[in-house]
Antibody, heavy 116, light 108 residues
């Protein structure tokens, strides 16, 4: 069955970078965009952007442009998110999601805590 | 770009019908998707493209979209339906994904 398995929780210092992975299985990885969405504690869903695993093309939400990078490794069916210049405001659960017919099917989430 | 507005909270008694609105400042009819998020869990798609249900989602969940308001309807509400619900659209003009602020549904 279709699965997105994400990397584990991370604790980072302010100013550091974090990398979150999302391993896909059960479908053709290059056939569907991967989106990244985050959720701060007690808050709603915030979209970061998408990557086209086939071409590597990306689209970042304006708020994160210049601070976030999406990549993929098609040899291991994995999408990656890297976020730089972390602040306490980046503390959140980060989700990857497979796009299918303009809707999203979600991974389990990866908790990132930014704390000094 | 679109702005999607949802009431922060709603409550409904078991067995009753919940209707969760999602107001948009859009013209035309972009397809609206709905997600259920139970506490501590990832969101789950319950309605896509305004009215369609993914496999495995009970028929109690339905969607509609008229004018500038999309609505998620949950018939015969059960205790397990207590969750946050988010609407979402893909703004094809700006190529951005937009979420509503979410509605916390409480089953009394």
């Amino acid at each position: 069955q279709v699965q997105l398995v994400q990397s584990g929780a991370e604790v980072k210092r302010p100013g550091a970078s974090v990398k979150v992975s999302c391993k896909a299985s059960g479908y053709t990885f290059t056939g569907h965009y991967i989106h990244w969405v985050r959720q701060a504690p007690g808050q709603g869903l915030e979209w970061l952007g998408w990557i086209n695993p086939n071409s590597g093309g990306v689209n970042y939400a304006p708020k994160f442009q210049g601070r976030v990078t999406f990549t993929r490794d098609t040899s291991i069916n994995t999408a990656l998110l890297e976020l730089n210049g972390l602040t306490s405001g980046d503390t959140a659960v980060y989700y990857c999601a497979r796009e299918y017919e303009l809707a999203l099917y979600w991974g389990q989430g990866s908790l990132v805590i930014v704390s000094s | 770009s679109y702005v999607l507005t949802q009431p922060p909270s709603m409550s409904v008694a078991p067995g009753q019908t919940a209707r969760i609105p999602c107001g948009g400042n859009y013209s035309g009819s972009p397809g609206v998707n709905w997600y259920q998020q139970r506490p501590g869990q990832a969101p789950v798609l319950v309605v896509y493209d305004n009215t369609d249900r993914p496999s495995g989602i009970p028929e109690r969940f339905s969607g509609s979209n008229s004018g500038n308001t999309a609505t998620l309807t949950i018939s015969g509400v059960e205790a397990g339906d207590e969750a946050d619900y988010y609407c979402q659209v893909w703004d094809s003009t700006s190529d951005l994904v937009i979420f509503g602020g979410g509605t916390k549904l409480t089953v009394l």
